[in-house]
């Protein structure tokens, strides 16, 4: 841990030094080679670029015959620009992609634009334009940019989620969702958002807040769509253990399995006093059903108004109600916010002891988890004991630790386990025995049963406004909702609309939309006003990549099978619970339409850390941004993918840092310089029967140790910064090397043919200019990875230090593998060692194994 600290941190201090501290080529060489002028990256670059769209050189066509390697960025929402988490992210995605692609992998390696959403409405409202105008130029600018960082895509693929012809499959996967009863319409309490005007998915409300705009979120009762991805909570739950362990970082599992939330206990029904309804609970505790004192409900229950008719307490039952409906919902759930309650006026029965509980309704009860009602057992749990302290209601200890006396006095909520008391038959038994002989004994007898509670909730997908996906569904007076038949899909959204001040979605007024005819009887419609959540539309974006122009389906289902699962996907930990929730539950819903058979979409996740400056996020209210097409100008393509790949693992946070990317550009030029040097001398391999001398292996070995370095820090660990500074390393050597033979000379010329090779996911612009100079043709990224001989990495000696007290004394020669023993008696036998002890004695012999022997007398 310590160690990995200090490797960063130095690498963080000294990346600047390091690229400008790398020996240039001698003077002389920029005198006279031909290939001495500055190093032009513009030209280049654009040369390059220019070609590779020209000729396609990113696209991906099935090939049996060789392994796919699907790799995906998260792709982005067009706001305009790209900034340079955009740039980081796809640059990581592009070295993976040319690595692969060298490696003899078929990769797949695709863009497109989340584009439908509330940014674009907005900035249309405040600009009095149009989304749709505004989108497609954001696509416009924000591809060429990209195109300018010059990543490996194949731009064939590319997509747009508010284009017809992609929507109309969000549609139809609507369709099939409905057709299969998961997708239903409801009136309930959902999250709204008062600026955006919308309703917001739990996995929307991010501390209380809209993620989007971060204004508190209110409850409101709207009617709306809901995807039943509660269907396969289990499945989503099971899978992250079975196909993503290892494979996605712990962190996102874990968010992921706590989003899920499941709880395993029991519904357990209370009859109410008054009449024959019941009041069903769930509870984790069965164990503790004789401590229940009260019920309580939560304000949004169905039978909290309806309980109170007839008590008196109508008024301040009401009032209650209508004041917990204003206060934020994590407030309301958090452990120390304040506990409020109101007596109902109302009984129910405890359907063990059978004793009367008063009924409460109180803020810390969420009408979404379990049933919305609780039994409260103040004995037993904080928050029940915190109320019925505050309300002076009874509490009954119904476990006690063994070691404890029964009548022991109640300070706080006894949570652990312990010894049954008061509870009738299972008086004496340990807790957690009697807890399945209570589900048991319930179920026996019609008052409840053993049940699993998950937090996920159903995914409410309506939204009142107007970019975005049209719901395709139909309101008949006479037939009632009707789906649009699948013939007539697409469901246009209109574009020729006035927008609305405040985001007030114009279609439900919009006569030559709203109204239609029936699909069953054919009389006079009304269509569904709202539109779908966007998060629909980038639940599957991934599968229309593999087959983008697919007429009959979402995606072909030979393409799919061949293509999917995404191998690497990689994107920001800010959508570790929705984007890449919806994402699976999408992926195995076509898995159970049969489009697919793999049930997980991304076999592998890595999350990006975060660009920042000067210790904070780059952002445009921080006022520390740093605009990508300016560095691009100064710098060029490739000295920023270097700095970026450079300066930091892919999982870490990125701290941006302008003299780095001067360093980096000029490194990119040292090595435009060095091949200028040589090149001219080692275009052709000479025949020759010289041997490599000690420094030829050196050179030898420099050669296949950095292959190693770039292989398995790029290909298995995705640690780029690694490879790099091996990289570097070896350009130093390069630098230095002056071959002594031909068969130096021929060493050389492969050491450089291979270094342009693995530094080409890189910085791609500069290394395949370079393989052109050298004479070939064709595309680097075509061309084979350099493999390393495992013998030739070992070094054949090393140099060891050896002091006398601290003092250097002497510098020994020895071989790479020799033993520690060995290695202490060459120390002491050593001459000048032999003069400077003088005959006195060691006290001692300190070794750093590859470094320094420490004589210590
Ligand atoms: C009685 C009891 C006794 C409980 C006890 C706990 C301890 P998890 O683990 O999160 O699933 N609960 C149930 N529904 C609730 C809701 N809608 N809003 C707030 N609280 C709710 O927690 C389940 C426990 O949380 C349930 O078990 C219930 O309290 C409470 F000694 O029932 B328990
Ligand atoms: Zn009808």
């Given at each position: 841990?310590?160690?990995?600290?200090?490797?960063?941190?130095?690498?963080?201090?000294?990346?600047?030094?390091?690229?400008?501290?790398?020996?240039?080529?001698?003077?002389?060489?920029?005198?006279?080679?031909?290939?001495?002028?500055?190093?032009?990256?513009?030209?280049?670059?654009?040369?390059?670029?220019?070609?590779?769209?020209?000729?396609?050189?990113?696209?991906?066509?099935?090939?049996?015959?060789?392994?796919?390697?699907?790799?995906?960025?998260?792709?982005?929402?067009?706001?305009?620009?790209?900034?340079?988490?955009?740039?980081?992210?796809?640059?990581?995605?592009?070295?993976?992609?040319?690595?692969?692609?060298?490696?003899?992998?078929?990769?797949?390696?695709?863009?497109?634009?989340d584009a439908f959403g509330m940014p674009a409405e907005n900035a249309a409202i405040e600009k009095g334009?149009?989304?749709?105008?505004?989108?497609?130029?954001?696509?416009?600018?924000?591809?060429?940019?990209?195109?300018?960082?010059?990543?490996?895509?194949?731009?064939?693929?590319?997509?747009?989620?508010?284009?017809?012809?992609?929507?109309?499959?969000?549609?139809?996967?609507?369709?099939?969702?409905?057709?299969?009863?998961?997708?239903?319409?409801?009136?309930?309490?959902?999250?709204?958002?008062?600026?955006?005007?919308?309703?917001?998915?739990?996995?929307?409300?991010?501390?209380?807040?809209?993620?989007?705009?971060?204004?508190?979120?209110?409850?409101?009762?709207?009617?709306?769509?809901?995807?039943?991805?509660?269907?396969?909570?289990?499945?989503?739950?099971?899978?992250?253990?079975?196909?993503?362990?290892?494979?996605?970082?712990?962190?996102?599992?874990?968010?992921?399995?706590?989003?899920?939330?499941?709880?395993?206990?029991?519904?357990?029904?209370?009859?109410?006093?008054?009449?024959?309804?019941?009041?069903?609970?769930?509870?984790?505790?069965?164990?503790?059903?004789?401590?229940?004192?009260?019920?309580?409900?939560?304000?949004?229950?169905?039978?909290?108004?309806?309980?109170?008719?007839?008590?008196?307490?109508?008024?301040?039952?009401?009032?209650?109600?209508?004041?917990?409906?204003?206060?934020?919902?994590?407030?309301?759930?958090?452990?120390?916010?304040?506990?409020?309650?109101?007596?109902?006026?109302?009984?129910?029965?405890?359907?063990?002891?059978?004793?009367?509980?008063?009924?409460?309704?109180?803020?810390?009860?969420?009408?979404?988890?379990?049933?919305?009602?609780?039994?409260?057992?103040?004995?037993?749990?904080?928050?029940?004991?915190?109320?019925?302290?505050?309300?002076?209601?009874?509490?009954?200890?119904?476990?006690?630790?063994?070691?404890?006396?029964?009548?022991?006095?109640?300070?706080?909520?006894?949570?652990?386990?312990?010894?049954?008391?008061?509870?009738?038959?299972?008086?004496?038994?340990?807790?957690?025995?009697?807890?399945?002989?209570?589900?048991e004994y319930l179920e026996s007898r019609n008052l409840g049963q053993a049940a699993i509670s998950y937090?996920?909730?159903?995914?409410?997908?309506?939204?009142?406004?107007?970019?975005?996906?049209?719901?395709?569904?139909?309101?008949?007076?006479?037939?009632?909702?009707?789906?649009?038949?699948?013939?007539?899909?697409?469901?246009?959204?209109?574009?020729?609309?006035?927008?609305?001040?405040?985001?007030?979605?114009?279609?439900?007024?919009?006569?030559?939309?709203?109204?239609?005819?029936?699909?069953?009887?054919?009389?006079?419609?009304?269509?569904?006003?709202?539109?779908?959540?966007?998060?629909?539309?980038?639940?599957?974006?991934?599968?229309?990549?593999?087959?983008?122009?697919?007429?009959?389906?979402?995606?072909?289902?030979?393409?799919?099978?061949?293509?999917?699962?995404?191998?690497?996907?990689?994107?920001?930990?800010?959508?570790?619970?929705?984007?890449?929730?919806?994402?699976?539950?999408?992926?195995?819903?076509?898995?159970?339409?049969?489009?697919?058979?793999?049930?997980?979409?991304?076999?592998?996740?890595?999350?990006?850390?975060?660009?920042?400056?000067?210790?904070?996020?780059?952002?445009?209210?921080?006022?520390?941004?740093?605009?990508?097409?300016?560095?691009?100008?100064?710098?060029?393509?490739?000295?920023?993918?270097?700095?970026?790949?450079?300066?930091?693992?892919?999982?870490?946070?990125?701290?941006?840092?302008?003299?780095?990317?001067?360093?980096?550009?000029?490194?990119?030029?040292?090595?435009?310089?060095?091949?200028?040097?040589?090149?001219?001398?080692?275009?052709?391999?000479?025949?020759?029967?010289?041997?490599?001398?000690?420094?030829?292996?050196?050179?030898?070995?420099?050669?296949?140790?950095?292959?190693?370095?770039?292989?398995?820090?790029?290909?298995?660990?995705?640690?780029?910064?690694?490879?790099?500074?091996?990289?570097?390393?070896?350009?130093?050597?390069?630098?230095?090397?002056?071959?002594?033979?031909?068969?130096?000379?021929?060493?050389?010329?492969?050491?450089?043919?291979?270094?342009?090779?693995?530094?080409?996911?890189?910085?791609?612009?500069?290394?395949?200019?370079?393989?052109?100079?050298?004479?070939?043709?064709?595309?680097?990224?075509?061309?084979?990875?350099?493999?390393?001989?495992?013998?030739?990495?070992?070094?054949?000696?090393?140099?060891?230090?050896?002091?006398?007290?601290?003092?250097?004394?002497?510098?020994?020669?020895?071989?790479?593998?020799?033993?520690?023993?060995?290695?202490?008696?060459?120390?002491?036998?050593?001459?000048?060692?032999?003069?400077?002890?003088?005959?006195?004695?060691?006290?001692?012999?300190?070794?750093?194994?590859?470094?320094?022997?420490?004589?210590?007398?």
């Amino acid at each position: 841990m310590v160690n990995k600290n200090f490797v960063t941190l130095s690498c963080a201090v000294s990346f600047a030094e390091t690229f400008n501290g790398l020996k240039s080529s001698s003077l002389l060489d920029t005198l006279l080679s031909p290939m001495s002028v500055k190093y032009d990256f513009r030209a280049v670059e654009r040369k390059w670029q220019k070609i590779w769209a020209e000729r396609k050189t990113g696209k991906a066509e099935i090939d049996r015959n060789k392994e796919k390697f699907y790799i995906l960025e998260m792709f982005p929402y067009p706001s305009g620009r790209i900034h340079m988490g955009h740039v980081r992210n796809y640059t990581i995605g592009d070295v993976l992609a040319r690595y692969h692609r060298m490696n003899g992998k078929n990769v797949l390696h695709p863009m497109g634009w989340d584009a439908f959403g509330m940014p674009a409405e907005n900035a249309a409202i405040e600009k009095g334009s149009h989304p749709s105008k505004w989108t497609t130029e954001n696509i416009d600018a924000m591809r060429k940019q990209i195109k300018a960082i010059g990543v490996y895509y194949d731009w064939d693929r590319e997509i747009s989620t508010c284009s017809p012809e992609y929507y109309r499959w969000t549609q139809w996967l609507f369709m099939r969702f409905y057709k299969k009863g998961l997708a239903y319409r409801k009136k309930t309490f959902v999250n709204w958002c008062r600026p955006c005007g919308t309703v917001l998915a739990n996995e929307q409300v991010v501390n209380g807040g809209c993620w989007r705009c971060e204004c508190p979120v209110i409850q409101k009762e709207i009617e709306g769509w809901f995807l039943k991805i509660t269907d396969y909570a289990e499945e989503l739950l099971a899978d992250l253990e079975k196909n993503l362990k290892g494979k996605w970082p712990e962190r996102v599992l874990t968010m992921q399995r706590n989003w899920i939330g499941k709880s395993v206990g029991s519904r357990v029904f209370f009859r109410l006093a008054h009449s024959d309804e019941s009041i069903e609970v769930f509870t984790t505790r069965p164990d503790t059903l004789y401590g229940a004192t009260f019920i309580c409900l939560a304000p949004e229950h169905e039978l909290a108004v309806k309980l109170t008719a007839g008590t008196g307490s109508e008024k301040v039952v009401a009032d209650f109600i209508e004041e917990i409906s204003n206060q934020d919902k994590t407030a309301r759930s958090s452990e120390d916010a304040e506990k409020l309650g109101v007596f109902t006026g109302r009984y129910a029965i405890n359907p063990l002891s059978g004793e009367k509980l008063p009924i409460w309704i109180a803020n810390f009860i969420l009408i979404e988890y379990g049933t919305g009602a609780i039994m409260s057992v103040p004995a037993h749990d904080a928050r029940d004991f915190e109320f019925a302290g505050k309300y002076g209601i009874t509490i009954t200890k119904v476990i006690v630790p063994e070691t404890d006396a029964a009548d022991a006095p109640i300070e706080e909520a006894y949570t652990g386990d312990g010894v049954m008391r008061a509870s009738g038959r299972f008086t004496g038994m340990k807790n957690r025995d009697a807890i399945p002989e209570i589900n048991e004994y319930l179920e026996s007898r019609n008052l409840g049963q053993a049940a699993i509670s998950y937090r996920l909730r159903d995914w409410g997908i309506s939204r009142q406004r107007y970019w975005g996906c049209p719901i395709p569904i139909i309101y008949c007076e006479k037939c009632g909702t009707q789906p649009v038949s699948e013939e007539n899909l697409p469901v246009l959204l209109p574009v020729d609309v006035d927008l609305l001040e405040g985001g007030k979605s114009p279609l439900p007024e919009l006569e030559s939309f709203k109204n239609t005819d029936c699909p069953a009887c054919g009389s006079p419609a009304l269509r569904e006003p709202d539109t779908m959540d966007t998060f629909m539309d980038s639940s599957w974006y991934f599968h229309r990549y593999t087959s983008p122009k697919c007429k009959i389906s979402p995606a072909d289902k030979d393409d799919l099978a061949y293509w999917m699962p995404v191998d690497k996907y990689i994107g920001g930990i800010e959508h570790a619970v929705l984007h890449l929730l919806y994402a699976r539950f999408f992926n195995k819903f076509c898995r159970d339409i049969g489009l697919l058979e793999y049930p997980e979409p991304f076999a592998n996740l890595l999350t990006q850390g975060m660009v920042i400056k000067d210790g904070a996020k780059m952002s445009k209210s921080k006022g520390n941004v740093v605009d990508p097409d300016e560095i691009l100008e100064r710098y060029g393509a490739d000295a920023m993918r270097l700095f970026i790949l450079f300066v930091a693992p892919p999982e870490r946070d990125l701290d941006w840092d302008d003299s780095g990317v001067e360093g980096a550009h000029r490194f990119v030029s040292r090595v435009f310089r060095l091949y200028g040097t040589w090149m001219p001398q080692l275009k052709e391999k000479i025949r020759t029967g010289a041997e490599l001398t000690k420094n030829g292996r050196e050179l030898r070995r420099m050669r296949h140790h950095t292959i190693k370095r770039f292989t398995v820090d790029i290909g298995r660990r995705a640690h780029f910064n690694t490879a790099i500074s091996a990289g570097m390393e070896f350009f130093n050597f390069l630098s230095d090397f002056s071959p002594e033979n031909d068969a130096e000379k021929n060493e050389l010329r492969g050491a450089l043919q291979d270094f342009i090779k693995i530094l080409h996911p890189v910085i791609p612009h500069l290394t395949q200019e370079l393989y052109e100079r050298f004479g070939y043709d064709g595309y680097l990224t075509e061309s084979k990875w350099p493999q390393y001989v495992d013998e030739y990495t070992a070094a054949e000696t090393r140099t060891i230090v050896v002091q006398i007290n601290g003092k250097l004394r002497a510098r020994l020669e020895v071989p790479a593998g020799i033993t520690d023993e060995e290695l202490k008696k060459q120390a002491l036998e050593n001459e000048k060692i032999q003069q400077a002890l003088a005959g006195g004695s060691v006290k001692k012999l300190i070794l750093v194994p590859g470094k320094l022997i420490n004589i210590v007398r």
